[in-house]
């Protein structure tokens, strides 16, 4: 994360503004559950450690959907004086709890069953029963999946898959697309684990499938970990918004100049942002406080997802020095340039 493109306002499409949609995540819910059940069943029938690797798969993904549903409601939570921001960051921290639970417990389960099978092979028992179940999972998901795809295609505009999910600020969208991307890819090594322990009879076969959807899942929570760091340490708003607040502020008629602006996402639809500007001389306390409603007041309109807009006054020179610490802290790129 944290690696903002200047051009993205004119690739994306409702950048910084878009909502968390828990109808996604009631959908892989309603799926995941259905189908953990069912592979935990064929699990038991036919003995294979791929299909319970994939049943704790589905387990796991059922309760990430579930703290994702705890974390929105918890960011919605409205500012009080222990939290004068608000809880939006709230999300973001559960969001890189679900790539701790996808690592820990789909990862860590999927490999261990997976070696057992290696090192104790066992005859697979009503293979059938397990290729029925995979073929009904397959459907379930897809269509699981397509409802996230569309979800985030609304929302990524013409960037790039990748790109749009590394320039995301609401991680819901491309977490439970992640997740439904790495389901399908399990199905699909599971079966093919499956189909050739029982065409050749060599059930290792079983547990290397097993271990290929562990290694999935691996790939998917260091993933959901990296985008989802960024957010919750504190990431700079679009481009475009910084832009925008300071086109506002040099546009009104008490501000002799919009030095820049740092800001800081709090949430999907919540925004910090502090500006620095230089007011005209020779006005009064009440001119500048006036001003300073006036531009506090057109953000708002233009912006609703600022919620915290603090303006300083401040010399261009005082400005330049701090932004240059910034770029030389590391920063990529100096906000509100």
Request: aromatic share 8%.
């Amino acid at each position: 994360m944290g690696r903002s493109n200047p051009a993205l306002s004119q690739r994306v499409r409702t950048p910084g503004a878009t909502a968390p949609s828990t109808k996604v995540i009631y959908a892989a819910l309603a799926g995941n559950v259905a189908i953990a059940a069912i592979k935990f069943i064929a699990a038991a029938f036919s003995g294979s450690s791929a299909m319970l690797s994939e049943g704790v798969h589905s387990l796991v993904d059922s309760v990430n959907e579930l703290v994702l549903l705890y974390g929105l409601r918890r960011s919605n939570a409205p500012a009080d004086v222990s939290h004068p921001l608000g809880y939006g960051r709230e999300l973001y921290f559960w969001s890189f709890v679900v790539a701790l639970l996808v690592f820990t417990l789909g990862t860590g389960i999927s490999i261990y069953e997976g070696v057992e099978r290696l090192r104790h092979p066992q005859p697979l028992q009503s293979a059938a029963i397990a290729f029925v179940v995979l073929g009904l999972s397959f459907v379930f998901e897809a269509a699981s999946w397509r409802i996230a795809l569309k979800d985030f295609q609304a929302t990524k505009g013409t960037l790039g898959y990748m790109e749009a999910i590394r320039e995301s600020k609401n991680p819901t969208t491309f977490t439970v697309l992640l997740e439904d991307t790495a389901a399908l890819l399990g199905l699909i090594v599971a079966f093919l684990g499956l189909l050739v322990a029982r065409i050749f009879n060599v059930p290792q076969f079983d547990g290397l499938a097993s271990i290929g959807i562990g290694l999935i899942l691996a790939v998917t929570a260091l993933l959901l970990a990296r985008e989802t760091k960024g957010l919750l340490i504190g990431e700079s708003a679009y481009p475009h918004v910084q832009a925008s607040i300071l086109r506002i502020a040099a546009e009104d008629p008490g501000v002799d100049h919009a030095n820049g602006v740092i800001t800081a996402q709090l949430g999907p639809q919540r925004i910090f942002a502090a500006l620095s500007a230089e007011f005209h001389d020779g006005q009064t306390t009440q001119d500048i406080e006036a001003c300073v409603r006036r531009i506090e007041a057109r953000v708002q309109a233009a912006h609703p997802e600022v919620a915290t807009l603090f303006i300083k006054p401040q010399t261009a020179g005082t400005w330049r020095s701090r932004r240059d610490e910034l770029v030389s802290a590391g920063t990529t790129r100096p906000q509100g340039e």
